[in-house]
């Protein structure tokens, strides 16, 4: 699942021509403590609830232009990256960006949340594992076969496109140690872009390990 794929259906942005009283009520409508400022396409940035307070109410958004946020995750960012960011920068929600900059939307950490939850059946003891794969590669039966015979199974998928010719497979299974799953899926020239378990993290995803399972704690 890809940034895209995760823009809040309702959420509207802020306009540097509100106000701050204005910019309140959006936040309060919407349940965040952070809303982007744009102008047409043009993202100037991410406002805080505390900014606004810190100020007269009165005063209109064009004059916090130079203290906003300038964090936003981009349109094929990876759902953990995403998740890395707000939960870094302590944000309620981010901005989603394309490739020239120009705004498409607000992820929602709650829904983010929310989705993420009910997706992957985190009641479920498990591990994570991330395949990138061209369309001739891809075969959820296969890639069954493949973990069946390492005696787990599959307990949810989650397919994204991050470019035309690009599948990312996103798979929980119900084992914590993945190291034999992963390497059958490399046995059968399957890449393994990531892997998440509580007995065995790679150390090219520590990082973003640790502040998925902090998110989860919020």
């Known amino acids: 699942m890809i940034a895209y794929e995760l823009i809040s259906e309702i959420i509207e942005p802020l306009t540097p021509d509100m106000d701050g009283e204005k910019a309140l009520q959006m936040m309060q409508k919407y349940g965040v403590h952070h809303l982007p400022v744009v102008g047409g396409e043009e993202y100037f940035g991410l406002l805080s609830e505390e900014e606004i307070l810190k100020n007269n109410i009165e ?13 936003y995750a981009n349109r094929n960012e990876h759902l953990f990256d995403v998740m890395k960011k707000i939960t870094e920068s302590d944000l309620t929600a981010i901005a989603v960006l394309d490739n020239q900059k120009k705004y498409l939307g607000t992820i929602v950490r709650s829904e983010l949340f929310e989705y993420y939850h009910k997706s992957f059946a985190w009641s479920e003891p498990g591990s994570i594992i991330v395949l990138e794969l061209s369309e001739a590669q891809y075969s959820l039966s296969e890639i069954s076969h493949i973990i069946e015979a390492e005696q787990a199974m599959i307990l949810s998928s989650i397919i994204s496109r991050p470019t035309e ?54």
């Not at 005063?59 to 964090?71: C, N, P």
């Not at 010719?165 to 490399?186: E, G, Q």
């Not at 393994?192 to 150390?203: I, L, M, Q, R």
């Open 165 to 218: 010719t690009t599948i990312l497979l996103t798979i929980k299974v119900n084992k914590l140690d993945v190291s034999r799953i992963v390497a059958a899926l490399r046995r059968y020239d399957y890449e393994v872009s990531a892997s998440f378990s509580e007995d065995e993290v790679g150390d090219n995803f520590k990082e973003r390990y640790d502040a998925f399972m902090r998110y989860l704690d919020v």
């Open 59 to 71: 005063t209109q958004l064009e004059a916090y232009l130079g203290v906003l946020y300038g964090i």
